[in-house]
């Protein structure tokens, strides 16, 4: 089965799910990021798998990374190992006794960037992330060093280094200089449309829809959504993926990515977040599109959109 769906009807979903949600007061700033955010700020972008964009809103604002890190990490992973290779890795921590909250990071993304290559050379391994993040936004993200400074200064005084240890949650490199490649991926910035052509470089086969690089190979989009979807507390994820039926990753900055499989990807944008780091506004934006044009990842209907932009007489 297959369907179409209309490009003026995309667009108006976008302009639908900015003006339900612009003058939304839900959540609050996270306190590492009140320098640098703007509470009023909203964005939302699509980027279709034929590098059609569609944009309304602070799409031009940057806002930190943060864990969404993990998914040009996991392109890196998947490119050096084969999916049993990394699950077979991954499997080693399964007895171990550490979570996001009791450490202040997110353990599995420290345990990717440890795997990849190369090891005992942080500047090679940042490099190789970087490179990959660079082909799938399309562009240079901006460090913020400032904030880059006080979350590595934080990781430092929350000892959690020792943290890991005590957990005996292995990790494939040297911690300290995991744990400051981690600071630093999530410290880089990005705006909603770069976030959006990312999403979209996964969602047409590793082709990056605006650049046109090739930028890996298509077989590993599925696992990469895939691990997208599975980021995260478990029943948050049930329970958002039941409502929006899309694989979703968050940033405590107030950046959401949605992966549209074949269609291409949403990037939302509002710093207020809830007490789990999701932007309020951002998630709903997100849900509103999704159901706006009927678009779930799990149906059997294959969707396209329409070639050519309806004209207007």
């Given at each position: 089965?297959?369907?179409?769906?209309?490009?003026?009807?995309?667009?108006?979903?976008?302009?639908?799910?900015?003006?339900?949600?612009?003058?939304?007061?839900?959540?609050?700033?996270?306190?590492?990021?009140?320098?640098?955010?703007?509470?009023?700020?909203?964005?939302?972008?699509?980027?279709?798998?034929?590098?059609?964009?569609?944009?309304?809103?602070?799409?031009?604002?940057?806002?930190?990374?943060?864990?969404?890190?993990?998914?040009?990490?996991?392109?890196?992973?998947?490119?050096?190992?084969?999916?049993?290779?990394?699950?077979?890795?991954?499997?080693?921590?399964?007895?171990?006794?550490?979570?996001?909250?009791?450490?202040?990071?997110?353990?599995?993304?420290?345990?990717?960037?440890?795997?990849?290559?190369?090891?005992?050379?942080?500047?090679?391994?940042?490099?190789?992330?970087?490179?990959?993040?660079?082909?799938?936004?399309?562009?240079?993200?901006?460090?913020?060093?400032?904030?880059?400074?006080?979350?590595?200064?934080?990781?430092?005084?929350?000892?959690?280094?020792?943290?890991?240890?005590?957990?005996?949650?292995?990790?494939?490199?040297?911690?300290?200089?995991?744990?400051?490649?981690?600071?630093?991926?999530?410290?880089?910035?990005?705006?909603?449309?770069?976030?959006?052509?990312?999403?979209?470089?996964?969602?047409?086969?590793?082709?990056?829809?605006?650049?046109?690089?090739?930028?890996?190979?298509?077989?590993?989009?599925?696992?990469?959504?895939?691990?997208?979807?599975?980021?995260?507390?478990?029943?948050?994820?049930?329970?958002?993926?039941?409502?929006?039926?899309?694989?979703?990753?968050?940033?405590?900055?107030?950046?959401?990515?949605?992966?549209?499989?074949?269609?291409?990807?949403?990037a939302a944008y509002a710093p207020e977040v809830g007490r789990h780091g999701r932007s309020k506004k951002g998630v709903r934006a997100v849900r509103y599109i999704t159901n706006a044009i009927d678009y779930n990842v799990f149906a059997s209907a294959r969707v396209s959109v329409e070639a050519k932009e309806?004209?207007k007489a």
């Amino acid at each position: 089965m297959e369907r179409k769906i209309s490009y003026n009807d995309l667009k108006k979903a976008v302009e639908g799910a900015y003006e339900e949600y612009k003058n939304l007061e839900k959540g609050a700033v996270d306190k590492r990021l009140a320098a640098y955010s703007d509470a009023k700020n909203y964005g939302v972008t699509i980027v279709l798998t034929d590098g059609r964009i569609i944009e309304k809103g602070d799409t031009n604002v940057r806002a930190a990374l943060g864990n969404i890190a993990t998914v040009p990490v996991h392109a890196v992973l998947l490119q050096q190992n084969s999916v049993k290779e990394l699950v077979k890795k991954a499997g080693k921590t399964e007895n171990a006794k550490i979570n996001d909250e009791n450490v202040g990071v997110c353990p599995h993304t420290v345990r990717a960037i440890s795997a990849v290559e190369p090891q005992n050379d942080a500047d090679g391994k940042y490099d190789v992330i970087m490179n990959m993040l660079v082909s799938m936004l399309g562009n240079e993200p901006v460090l913020n060093d400032k904030l880059y400074q006080a979350n590595a200064a934080a990781n430092i005084a929350a000892n959690v280094e020792n943290k890991f240890a005590d957990a005996n949650y292995e990790l494939y490199d040297n911690t300290a200089t995991v744990l400051d490649t981690y600071a630093k991926l999530g410290a880089l910035t990005v705006t909603t449309t770069e976030l959006a052509t990312l999403g979209a470089t996964i969602a047409a086969d590793g082709v990056n829809p605006v650049t046109k690089e090739i930028v890996f190979d298509g077989e590993n989009s599925a696992p990469l959504t895939t691990i997208a979807a599975l980021h995260g507390d478990a029943d948050r994820i049930r329970r958002e993926m039941l409502k929006s039926g899309v694989p979703e990753v968050y940033s405590y900055s107030g950046l959401v990515l949605a992966i549209l499989p074949g269609l291409g990807a949403i990037a939302a944008y509002a710093p207020e977040v809830g007490r789990h780091g999701r932007s309020k506004k951002g998630v709903r934006a997100v849900r509103y599109i999704t159901n706006a044009i009927d678009y779930n990842v799990f149906a059997s209907a294959r969707v396209s959109v329409e070639a050519k932009e309806a004209v207007k007489a």
